[in-house]
């Protein structure tokens, strides 16, 4: 056998096993009497390309296809599992009723799994409906986000700071219209990063400073990593899938311009990894200070729409209730070196949020495309 094939069996049997942790994962959050009619199924990798996966009760057998979890980040591969899992939740819970495969039961079945209730055959997944550009009002916005960013590129720091600002602005009053909007609004929820066992202390800064400023709201989450065969922890940020975007977009470009910044920093020294979190975690509380800073010009600040946002936007409260019915408050801290620390903080105050195009390194799609008209 190659190599190479040897590689691609091991692969799938690690994925194969996370399926089977996800999996319990999810039913540990069911009702005890719904959980107790559970089997863990039989997990199946498909190279039929006309489904992304499928529940056959006469197997008990949940597959999904090969394509979905080896060209796809994992919470897309989890979104579809879940999706799976309600099929066989109706058909353990509720035997016998002759519901239609997408009826009633099975809507009830996804909400309570947090699954997503529309077809997984020819529908996109999580990271397509997330990131793929469309005509919708959310878009139109974001397109008038890039175009600030766009002047953010500028050489002439005082036009590069106002554009992010104008652009800070912007994102401000579009949640302030949305939260007092009467209709119907959806949410998302995507991984950013990768799964992992131990993250470093500048991961959880950066979470705050999304939450904080992007009117996402961000939780570590339980997911399964790949490379070590076992269950970890990822950062899941929520919100409309405009701030999902935005969000996911700061994350890269802030990860990106810490390790340009670090590597200008340490050249010519001996400096471990946890230097580097000292100098990380200064950069982003020097950036975040800086959006925190008055704004001159700017009749209502971002910081005091956030505020309001925060308190009024109930849909989202309510969509972030359902999600995760059990959270806990995590503290960070430990030593610092307060003079790359202080340095770090003083290049966080030079950063300015652009355009550009970043990897999450997830598979999915960069947060902000090109310019489109």
């Excluded at 009053?173 to 950013?192: I, M, Q």
Aim: glycine share 8%; aromatic share 8%.
């Amino acid at each position: 056998m190659k190599p190479s094939q040897t590689l691609q069996i091991e692969l799938e049997r690690r994925i194969l096993h996370g399926l089977r942790l996800e999996w319990q994962n999810a039913c540990d959050d069911l009702p005890a009497e719904m959980a107790t009619c559970m089997r863990p199924p039989l997990f199946r990798l498909s190279g039929a390309e006309g489904r992304l996966g499928g529940w056959n009760p006469a197997r008990g057998e949940i597959f999904l296809s090969r394509r979905l979890v080896l060209d796809h980040p994992w919470d897309a591969v989890c979104d579809v599992l879940r999706h799976e899992m309600a099929h066989q939740l109706v058909d353990a819970f509720w035997p016998g009723e002759g519901q239609r495969p997408h009826g009633s039961r099975f809507r009830q079945a996804c909400h309570i799994l947090r699954a997503v209730p529309d077809a997984s055959g020819t529908y996109p997944t999580l990271d397509q409906r997330v990131y793929a550009d469309s005509a919708s009002p959310d878009d139109r916005i974001l397109r008038r986000i890039r175009k600030l960013m766009a002047l953010s590129d500028s050489p002439h720091i005082h036009e590069a700071e106002a554009a992010m600002v104008k652009a800070h602005a912007l994102i401000a009053k579009y949640n302030l219209d949305l939260a007092a909007c009467e209709k119907k609004r959806g949410f998302v929820s995507v991984f950013l990063g990768q799964p992992a066992l131990r993250h470093c202390r500048e991961a959880y800064t950066l979470g705050q400073l999304l939450q904080q400023h992007y009117f996402i709201e961000a939780v570590w989450v339980p997911a399964y990593v790949v490379t070590r065969g076992r269950m970890g922890r990822v950062l899941e940020i929520s919100g409309s899938r405009a701030n999902v975007q935005i969000a996911a977009y700061v994350y890269d470009f802030v990860n990106t311009y810490i390790d340009g910044a670090w590597t200008r920093f340490q050249a010519g020294r001996k400096l471990g990894r946890h230097r580097k979190t000292d100098f990380a975690i200064g950069v982003i509380e020097g950036f975040t200070a800086k959006l925190d800073a008055p704004q001159a010009g700017i009749e209502d600040s971002p910081a005091k729409i956030r505020a309001l946002v925060r308190r009024e936007d109930a849909a989202l409260n309510g969509y972030l209730t359902h999600r995760y019915p059990r959270l806990s408050r995590i503290r960070r801290g430990g030593r610092m070196d307060p003079e790359i620390h202080a340095a770090g903080k003083a290049e966080g105050r030079r950063l300015v949020i652009s355009k550009g195009i970043c990897d999450n390194g997830s598979g999915a799609a960069p947060a902000l495309l090109p310019d489109s008209d």
